[in-house]
């Protein structure tokens, strides 16, 4: 059973505009969130993440938006750019345990 | 630090024979853990250590996976016997302690059972 929920297989986006990635969980005891970026043939690569206790964590051009009563977390990327194309995984962890993955959202930044 | 380094890369064998996917973790970190992604499932957990001590199993598909932890440098995943629904890529990730920390994950093996 996911815990952890991208709906989203897919995303088009042209270049200079804005990314924005979803993800649901289900969980109510998960309390930090990670994005993770993944190229072909790599191992995923740590992005972005949130704590429970924040609604929002800006980074750059990344920037991770928290919706604790929704059980919704999404990802900005803005400006978007043609070397952001990849597949984003976002990932939950209740207590420090282990991380749970949703399925991955393939981003594809079009110049 | 080289990172989480995993071997082989790539893995070619007949259905029915033993696989053996290896990983040394990030030197100083107490997490070890093995995911598999697939289309349908992305990625998923399969097994984690904790200063070299299995916590959690209950991702192992079957009892035809194994994982072990020897030392805190090194892990296996063995698959035996080998399936063709086996094939995917498996990765191996390591992380510094408990709490508010991301997990560093290797460049992956992907496995073929033909």
């Known amino acids: 059973d996911q815990q952890v929920k991208q709906n989203s297989p897919s995303l088009s986006v042209q270049e200079g505009r804005i990314s924005i990635l979803n993800c649901d969980y289900t969980?109510?005891?998960?309390?930090?969130f990670l994005w993770y970026k993944k190229y072909p043939a790599e191992g995923p690569t740590f992005l972005i993440s949130i704590s429970s206790i924040k609604d929002k964590n800006e980074d750059g051009r990344f920037t991770v938006f928290l919706n604790k009563s929704a059980k919704h977390l999404s990802l900005h990327i803005v400006p978007s750019q043609p070397g952001d194309s990849a597949v984003y995984f976002c990932?939950?962890?209740?207590?420090?345990?282990?991380?749970?993955f949703g399925t991955g959202t393939s981003l594809t930044v079009i110049p | 630090d080289a990172g989480v380094i995993q071997s082989p890369r790539h893995e070619v064998t007949e259905m029915g024979q033993e696989v053996t996917l290896r990983c040394k973790p990030i030197?100083?970190?107490?997490?070890l853990f093995w995911y598999r992604q697939t289309m349908m499932r992305g990625l998923e957990l399969l097994i984690y250590f904790n200063n070299n001590v299995p916590i959690d199993d209950s991702g192992m598909p079957e009892d035809r996976f194994s994982a072990k932890m020897p030392n805190a440098s090194f892990s296996t995943l063995k698959i035996q016997p080998s399936e063709p629904r086996d094939s995917a890529v498996y990765f191996c990730?390591?992380?510094?302690?408990?709490?508010?920390?991301?997990?560093?994950f290797g460049q992956g093996t992907r496995l073929t059972v033909v």
């Open positions: 969980n109510s005891m998960f309390d930090y």
């Open positions: 990932a939950a962890s209740a207590l420090g345990n282990q991380f749970y």
């Open positions: 990730a390591s992380r510094r302690r408990q709490g508010n920390t991301e997990a560093f």
């Open positions: 030197s100083g970190h107490d997490y």
